[in-house]
T-cell receptor
Framework: GQNIDQPTEMTATEGAIVQINCTYQ??????LFWYQQHAGEAPTFLSY????GLEEKGRFSSFLSRSKGYSYLLLKELQMKDSASYLC???????????FGTGTQLKVEL | EAGVVQSPRYKIIEKKQPVAFWCNPI?????LYWYLQNLGQGPELLIR????????DSQLPKDRFSAERLKGVDSTLKIQPAELGDSAVYLC???????????FGEGSRLTVL
């Protein structure tokens, strides 16, 4: 099975940098996704990591260490609109099965 | 390009009543998923289709839930009878074959009274 752990809530200041961690234990691993979900809306894709290392995409970066079962999402130059839930999801366990964590609710304050 | 379309967006029913949700995936996406999401939680997989075949339905409570994707395109998820604990958002998602990047619909919010 899959076990995914991420903090429930985080608060950060506008313009700052925040790192959201995700640890996982899986029976099979193909890759790791990060999704963003604003309140009352559907999740939307942010990033996908297959190999170890950092993937940068604008203000957002995602890191993966397969040997440690660890990933983080780094958000720079925070904006108020970044207030949302950030979901870590692991692909594996047969086919393209995607298992989500409970999500980290990020609140960006002035 | 049209996204994943779900209906209805909202549904309020009394317990023991039936309810059905419909999903039309993005054109060309072979894989279709139904997820359940409770408030403050991540989505939980109910069933995954590859074309018309249900390849993973291990999390679907088969005593009351059923799903179909007869022609490998749109899909219906049914609950009969609904229970109070079924109140949640039911998300449909699709992906191209061979990728794990999911495209989600807006979801159907169910309230069981």
């Amino acid at each position: 099975g899959q076990n995914i752990d991420q903090p429930t809530e985080m608060t950060a200041t506008e313009g700052a940098i925040v790192q959201i961690n995700c640890t996982y234990q899986t029976s099979g691993f193909n890759g790791l996704f990060w999704y963003q979900q604003h309140a009352g809306e559907a999740p939307t894709f942010l990033s996908y990591n297959v190999l170890d290392g950092l993937e940068e995409k604008g203000r957002f970066s995602s890191f993966l260490s397969r040997s440690k079962g660890y990933s983080y999402l780094l958000l720079k130059e925070l904006q108020m609109k970044d207030s949302a839930s950030y979901l870590c999801a692991v692909e594996g366990g047969g086919g393209n099965k995607l298992t989500f964590g409970t999500g980290t609710q990020l609140k960006v304050e002035l | 390009e049209a996204g994943v379309v779900q209906s209805p967006r909202y549904k309020i029913i009394e317990k023991k009543q039936p309810v059905a949700f419909w999903c039309n995936p993005i054109s060309g996406h072979n894989t279709l998923y139904w997820y359940l999401q409770n408030l403050g939680q991540g989505p939980e997989l109910l069933i995954r289709y590859e074309n018309e075949e249900a390849v993973d339905d291990s999390q679907l409570p088969k005593d009351r839930f059923s799903a179909e994707r007869l022609k490998g395109v749109d899909s219906t998820l049914k609950i009969q009878p609904a229970e109070l604990g079924d109140s949640a958002v039911y998300l449909c998602a699709s992906s191209p074959q061979g990728t794990g990047e999911l495209f989600f619909g807006e979801g159907s919010r169910l309230t069981v009274l």
